[in-house]
C-alpha cells in the first residue's frame, strides 16, 4: 500500500533531485576568510610579495585572504602560531628561507620544521647580490676576487645579523671560491649600506630589490648576483657561479605551506589556486617590479625543494662554526 507524499516531502525530493542532477553541493562552499600570517612586518619585499598573490586569489575565488604579520624570534612567532592552528584550510603560513635555516640554527623549537607543515606552494625567488660602496676600488667581481686571493684576512664583507640568508649566503660565497675574508653582521640592511658609502666594510651581501636604487644611481656597485642566472633586473651583471664559483645558486625565496594534517584535497585546491594567480600577467609584472621572480610548483616539489635547503644551510652552519642559538 503506498501513501501520497505531503507537499513539504514532495519539495524536498525534488529539490534534491535536481541538485543532484546538476552536481551542485547540498552545502555552501566555506568563504570564510582565510588568514596568512607572514613572519615579516609590513611592507618588505616578503610581505608584498604575499599580499600581491593573495589579493590575485581573493579576486578569482571570492574568499578573502587576510594577512597577519607576526614578526620576531627569526619567524618562530609565526610559524608557532601556525603549526598550532587547526589543519582546516583557513591558515597559511608564508615559508622563507629563515624556516629552513632554523632547523640548523636553533638548539630547540616548539615545532618540527618540517613534519609540522604541509607544503601548499613555491610562490617565488628573488635575487641576492654581491655590491661594493660608489667609492670602492672594486667595480667588479674580478678585481675582488684577485685582491682578496693576494690578501688573505684583508677583506671584509658585511651582511645583515648573523643565520640570516644574507650572512650564510657570505659564508659560502668565500668557502665556494676558497677565499679568506671576514664576515662582519650588522642589524639591519640600512646599516650595512651606511657601512658600505662610509667605506668601513669593502663589501656587501644583500637582497637585490632594497638595494637596486642605489645600484641604479650609482651610489652602489653590484658586482655579482647569488643566482642561478643573470637577475632581469641587472643584466649585465654576472652570477657568481660565472665568476668562479660553478654551481653556485643562493636566492631567497618564500612559500605557502598550511598546518600538518590539512586534507589533500584542501592542499590541492590551495595549490591550484595559487599557482593560477602566479600566472597572471598582472602578478607576474608586480612580483618583477619587487625583484620576485614567480615560480610556482607542485606541494612536492616545495617539500623536496625545503629537504634540500635545510641539509645545505645545516652544513653551512656547522661548517663556519656558527654556535646554536
Known sequence: MTFPLIPERRAFLLLAAAMAGTGVAAQPAD?????????FGPGG?????????A???TEATGQSIVVDNKPGAGGIVAADAVAKAAPDGRTLLLMSNGNAVSAGLFKSLPFDPVKSFTPVSMLGTFDIALVTGGKSRFKDIAALLAYAKANPGKLNIGTINIGSTQHLAAELF???????VAIVPFNSTSAVVSALLGEQVDAGVEILAPVLAQISGNTLHALAVMGEKRSPAL???PTVAESGAPGFNVASWNAFAAPAGTPPDVIARLNKETNAA??????????LQLGVQASGGTPQAQADFFAREIKRWGDVIQQAGIQKQ
Open 278 to 287: 602566479l600566472n597572471t600577467p598582472e602578478v607576474k609584472a608586480r612580483l
Open 174 to 180: 668565500k668557502r665556494s671560491l676558497s677565499i679568506d
Open 31 to 39: 568563504k570564510r576568510p582565510i588568514r596568512l600570517v607572514v613572519p
Open 45 to 53: 619585499v616578503a610581505d608584498l610579495t604575499a599580499r600581491t598573490v
Open 55 to 57: 589579493q590575485k586569489m
Open 235 to 237: 643584466p649585465n651583471i
